[in-house]
């Protein structure tokens, strides 16, 4: 049965079928329904980026308190004063690397973008900016699994290393 919006076609859900209408627009609907998920994917990844950096240089907060508490409690800790630095140390380097890493991709910029596409129809320009934020969220997605990973192993790094060095210095005591 057709009527001013489509065909109807009848879900096959048994005595609780359902109709559903089908648009000639359909596919352009599911472009823009693609668009917007594909700006709101990079959106919240961009988010999760930022909440891993500030996480990363609180750790890097943290280290450097670790570092200026054991320096000024040099003489209370005896010998093996030192120990903590190593676990200090070694920590750095993951949130370093995390730091060092190249700037996030936002996808095309938005002039650009309108000068390459505007003279084409806007169904071209749409699939091109779906493909642009697609590999923008790719090229994220890689670095945002690294940062995490350095600020785990960091995290762990610093609290093995802490916990050795109080063993260390507990037993030279």
């Known amino acids: 049965m057709a009527d001013s919006w489509g065909k109807r076609v009848r879900g096959l859900l048994g005595p609780r079928a359902i109709t559903v209408n089908v648009s000639p627009r359909e596919p352009e ?24 950096d500030g996480r990363t240089m609180g750790v890097l907060a943290f280290i450097g308190a670790l570092l200026a508490a054991d320096i000024a409690a040099k003489a209370t800790l005896g010998t093996w004063w030192w120990t903590p630095l190593v676990g200090v140390g070694l920590a750095t380097l993951p949130c370093i690397r995390s730091i060092l890493t190249k700037d ?3 996808g095309p910029r938005s002039y650009q973008f309108y000068a390459d596409y505007g003279a084409h129809p806007s169904g071209i320009a749409r699939k091109q900016l779906l493909t642009d934020l697609d590999h923008a969220f790719l090229a994220n997605a890689g670095r945002v699994k690294t940062k995490q990973r350095c600020l785990r192993w960091s995290v762990g790094i610093v609290s093995i290393g802490l916990v050795a060095a109080s063993l260390v210095i507990t037993l030279d005591m």
């Open 29 to 52: 609907d599911l472009l823009a329904a693609a668009l917007e998920l594909a700006q709101t994917q990079l959106l919240a990844q961009i988010a999760d980026e930022t909440s891993i």
């Open 104 to 106: 996030t991709d936002l």
